[in-house]
């Protein structure tokens, strides 16, 4: 990173998190409806956003080089994405129908694009109140992590640095089977799925023409939540799960995952920029974290995770250098013997968090000294392999009716043929303006 951008970056945190020290707000009158909790037979709800963006860019990462071969040089980066998710449940008898769609388009130096997926479309049926049988498309969330789930045998990648985000799901034909129990073991669930991948159904599950089968069993052991997990070897290789989490204190809980994922291929790089020899193996992933709440209602997170299936740091210092060699050269051609995708997200070196070892420290403050509706907060991403990292500083104010304002700047820091000092911006600052309706 260059030393004016380092300075410039680290005046936007500090701008950023003294907002947390600006004038209070005036309470409002609150009121309770109870109206608000009653079933209906029809809801609909969703939101509308925009979240214009300017990014610096660093000319210098790898990354930027990626996406910038062959095309006009860009200093500065001016984006309008907009997006527009809508969620609907219809209930009679034992019958639920419910749906989840997302719509974005983007307005930026490549003139515009547009994308429209059903995250969502469900039918439900509760026989009784301890069994529910789903067809259709649905997103699950297996794990307790916040930014990383080594045990989401059946979802999309999550965003570490937007965990909350609503993701498409799958297709599935799959149940809940629920039964509360007398002593320390008071609750047992049991979510067997089937997810076809055949044609055009579940295309980008791995391999096709697969049936593939996952479980989930659930148990309440005291107070501790446990999942059991299980994919069977299909369109994806076999793997087998555990997580935990355990509210030791009200505001003190443990949680963690565990994985053994069978038949992994690993990836090098050579120095000639060609792939290496692809090995198979036996991997596990872990993640160990806590979440902590003090009594002025500000939580932190701290976590730990193992990724065993990721790539180790002398190869993806190669593939950067590699990179980098072919932009020198202004020769394209180098670049064929690298894995590489047309969507920089999905390359197995390009990808976020594409190495081993990883620490998330994420904090957010709840109406700073008696500030109402405004929420300050701070990510940090560390790789602990190259010791390159990210600082996301934030802050969210939500004053009118359900629209919240959020300011983020993603601000990356490290070294050359590093992770973060390869990434295509010196910093980037958001600002979103979603609509609650």
Known sequence: MRPASRRRALLITAWLLSLAGSGAVLAEEFSLDMQRFEKKAFEFRGYAELEPTYILSNQDGALYQLEFFDQEQREQIVRMPAALELEGRYRKGITTLSFRSHSTKVWDYRDESADHELYEGLMSLQSDPNFTLDVGKKAYRWGTG????????????????????AREGFWILGFDWIRSLDGPLQTVAFTPLLLPNHGELNEDFGEPGYTNFAAKL???????????????????????GVDFA???????????????????????????????PRQVQDVTSYLLGTRYRNEANATFVFEYYFNGAGNHESDQRQFYDCVH???????????????????????????????????NFRS????????????????VLYNVDDHSYSVSPEASYSVIEDLDLRLRATIPMGDPL???????NDYKIELRLRYYF
């Open 418 to 424: 590093t992770e973060w000092g390869e990434k295509p």
């Open 325 to 359: 060699q072919a932009w020198e050269a202004g020769d394209s051609s180098l670049l064929d013997g690298l894995p590489l995708d047309d969507d920089l997200d999905k390359g197995p070196f390009s990808k976020p968090n594409p190495m081993r070892r990883y620490l």
């Open 364 to 379: 957010w403050w709840n109406e700073p000294y008696g500030m109402l509706y405004f929420v300050p907060g701070l990510q």
């Open 246 to 276: 355990n509210n030791f204190t009200p505001n003190f809980e443990l949680h963690g995952e565990f994985a053994y994922i069978t038949d992994v291929p690993s990836r090098s790089i050579t120095p000639a920029c060609t792939q290496g």
């Open 218 to 240: 659930y148990l309440l052991y005291r107070d501790i939540d446990i999942d059991l997990l299980i994919l069977t070897e299909g369109s994806r290789s076999a793997r087998y």
């Open 146 to 165: 916040y930014a990383w789930n080594p045990v989401a045998f059946v979802e999309r990648a999550k965003d570490a640095g937007n965990p909350d985000l």
